[in-house]
């Protein structure tokens, strides 16, 4: 089977929202009157974001739902997206499960496949995302990363570190019991990205981004571009960890600074992280029950600038915890 064989049966598709999709030089794609469009790249590359021998039906799901989470992250609507694909082989077995993970997730989400490149090389994927935002007068309501004000409460949406958790099982750091790490490895390989919450979180939140590389160091991305502090509520953060309800730590092998890492420095989270100010909470919780992903209140912005983290006393922990990863 050649490139050309290859993207025909795995990957051309009809194009249905695209002016123009696969077969020609370039796509052509028409975003809705009134709005901007939100692009995103993300590249996952063997060894480094993925196990050689993962199921290639979730590595298809993974590598569109990274990108689509930076989507949700500006309050985009997802349109389409591009594939790069480097692949050491042609494994038609592989490339099956691959683009089955992918369409799935694709479809969910509206978002079509309007052309990419094929070449072999080390396995790497590349995947380019296209999504509109509404721009009303020009003035374009993408949720930014730099708004959050003195006062604004600090939210994420769902769990915090089952990924890690899960990452850590796999390495033989944890034992954990079947079901949860059935539940925390879905998590880890196939995230689920909150398109629907951020869209609805247009014209509430203050900033947003979405979590990939954990809490502490992408809330410092967050509190640089805004030029602010926070205060983290630790506590609060710790109950995001879904193990947390129903594992018996000890005996699982979990220290409580172990659960902490997950939960601050985890990464692999694909939430939302954002911001808002205490006068939105009724509107906020009304559109959150819209898009069917909980919310939680973790921390609070200062006008100082840094970053407290507090325990469940309030009091101050130690501020190597600000950038702390007990197992690197
Ligand atoms: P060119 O050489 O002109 O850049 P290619 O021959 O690489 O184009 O690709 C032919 C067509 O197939 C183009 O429309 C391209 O966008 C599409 N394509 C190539 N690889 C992929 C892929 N992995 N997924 C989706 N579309 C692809
Ligand atoms: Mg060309």
Same mark, same amino acid.
């Given at each position: 089977m050649?490139?050309?064989? =290859? ?16 077969? *020609?030089?370039?796509?052509? =794609? ?11 790249s *993300?590249?996952?590359?063997?060894g ?5 021998? %993962? ?10 739902? %990274? ?19 480097? $692949?050491?082989q042609?494994?038609?077995a ?22 990419? *490149? ?10 380019? %995302?296209?999504?509109?935002?509404? /721009? ?6 993408? $949720?930014?990363? !730099? ?8 939210? &994420?949406?769902?769990?915090?570190? @089952? /990924?890690? $958790? +899960? ?24 995230? !689920? ?18 979590? !990939? @590389?954990?809490? %502490? ?7 640089? +571009? !805004? ?8 506590? /609060? ?5 879904? /193990?947390?309800?129903?594992? *018996? ?11 902490l890492?997950? &939960? $601050?420095?985890?990464? @692999? ?10 006068s ?7 559109? &959150? ?40």
């Amino acid at each position: 089977m050649g490139e050309f064989d =290859l993207i025909e049966r795995y990957f051309k598709r009809p194009a249905k929202r695209a002016l123009l999709g696969i077969g *020609d030089d370039c796509a052509l =794609l028409q975003p809705p009157d009134g709005t901007h469009m939100a692009i995103s790249s *993300d590249m996952l590359v063997e060894g480094r974001h993925f196990f050689a021998n %993962v199921d290639p039906r979730t590595l298809g799901h993974k590598a569109l739902a %990274v990108n689509l989470s930076d989507l949700a992250a500006c309050g985009a609507e997802p349109l389409a997206f591009t594939l790069a694909l480097a $692949l050491p082989q042609i494994d038609e077995a592989w490339l099956a499960g691959f683009s089955q993970g992918l369409f799935a997730l694709a479809d969910q989400h509206g978002c079509e496949l309007i052309g990419g *490149d094929t070449t072999l090389g080390p396995l790497n994927i590349c995947i380019t %995302v296209f999504g509109s935002v509404p /721009a009303p007068a020009g003035k374009s309501q993408a $949720l930014l990363r !730099s708004g959050a004000q003195a006062g604004d409460d600090i939210y &994420v949406s769902g769990h915090l570190g @089952d /990924a890690r $958790l +899960a990452l850590e099982a796999l390495r033989g750091k944890f034992d954990l019991p079947p079901a949860l790490l059935l539940t925390t490895r879905q998590r880890l390989e196939e995230p !689920s990205p909150r398109i629907a919450l951020g869209m609805a979180l247009r014209g509430l939140a203050s900033a947003a981004m979405d979590l !990939s @590389d954990g809490l %502490v160091g992408d809330l410092q991305h967050l509190l640089k +571009a !805004s030029k602010v502090g926070a205060t983290l509520y630790t506590a /609060a953060a710790l109950d995001r960890l879904a /193990a947390r309800t129903h594992v *018996d730590w000890a005996n699982a092998g979990i220290s409580d600074d172990a659960a902490l890492t997950c &939960v $601050l420095s985890g990464g @692999d989270d694909y939430e939302l992280l954002f911001t808002a100010p205490p006068s939105a909470a009724a509107a906020l919780q009304a559109a &959150v029950l819209q898009s069917a992903s909980p919310i939680h209140c973790i921390g609070r912005i200062n006008a100082g600038p840094g970053l407290l983290l507090h325990d469940k006393n309030g009091r101050e922990l130690p501020t190597h915890f600000t950038s702390f990863d007990h197992f690197s």
